[in-house]
């Protein structure tokens, strides 16, 4: 079953007063799909935060699918 590295990014203003992109968390899954890996993590986001609302931490969820486990 294919591997998937999915990334919670929040956009925020740095120091030097530009947008960039913050990580708030990270998951690898292991998951059928590019969709399905994205939703596991949004579970496992949620139980991590102990809330039901990721995107009050996130704006975005960005799964790739990884070779390797890491």
């Known amino acids: ?6 990334r919670f990014l929040k956009d925020v203003m740095g120091d030097n007063g530009h947008d960039r992109e913050a990580c ?3 998951f ?3 998951a059928g799909s590019q ?3 994205s939703e596991l993590a ?3 986001f949620c139980k991590k935060e102990r ?3 990721w995107s009050l931490y996130a704006d975005r969820v ?4 990884t070779e390797f486990p890491s």
């Open 1 to 6: 079953m294919p591997r998937y590295i999915v």
């Open 24 to 26: 708030q968390a990270s």
């Open 35 to 37: 969709a399905e890996a």
């Open 28 to 30: 690898e899954m292991e």
């Open 42 to 44: 949004k579970v496992e």
């Open 62 to 65: 960005e799964a790739a699918e």
């Open 51 to 53: 809330t039901t609302d």
